[in-house]
Nanobody
Framework: QVQLVESGGGLVQAGGSLKLSCVAS????????MGWFRQAPGKEREFVAG????????RYAVFVKGRFVISRDNAKNTMYLQMDSLRPEDTAVYYC??????????????WGQGTQVTVSS
């Protein structure tokens, strides 16, 4: 059973930055495609970014491309999401997920508990 724990969320002004972390335990993290999803109030959960097992490939949703960067450190069983130029519409609960399906945008079976990101205007 894989456990995922996110951290790093918070309240930030528009234009600011946050870095989310996701620590994995109980599985073979280094072999999984991993990703970030988010869910805003009243909306469905949506794909944000995904990364291959060795970080050679990354995929981004159009609405975050050029602002967010996904990365990972397999030695630390940790994945990151650096979020810059944040906008109020980025406000959501951000979830860590894996292992992603081969298309990188379809979620896998394991979810973290989520971390709240709030961007004020």
């Amino acid at each position: 059973q894989v456990q995922l724990v996110e951290s790093g969320g918070g309240l930030v002004q528009a234009g600011g930055s946050l870095k989310l972390s996701c620590v994995a335990s109980g599985g073979t993290f280094s072999t999984y495609r991993m990703g970030w999803f988010r869910q805003a109030p009243g909306k469905e959960r949506e794909f944000v970014a995904g990364i291959s097992s060795r970080a050679s490939t990354a995929r981004y949703a159009v609405f975050v491309k050029g602002r967010f960067v996904i990365s990972r450190d397999n030695a630390k069983n940790t994945m990151y999401l650096q979020m810059d130029s944040l906008r109020p519409e980025d406000t959501a609960v951000y979830y860590c997920n894996g292992p992603l399906r081969a298309d990188y945008t379809t979620n896998g079976d394991y979810w973290g508990q989520g971390t709240q990101v709030t961007v004020s205007s």
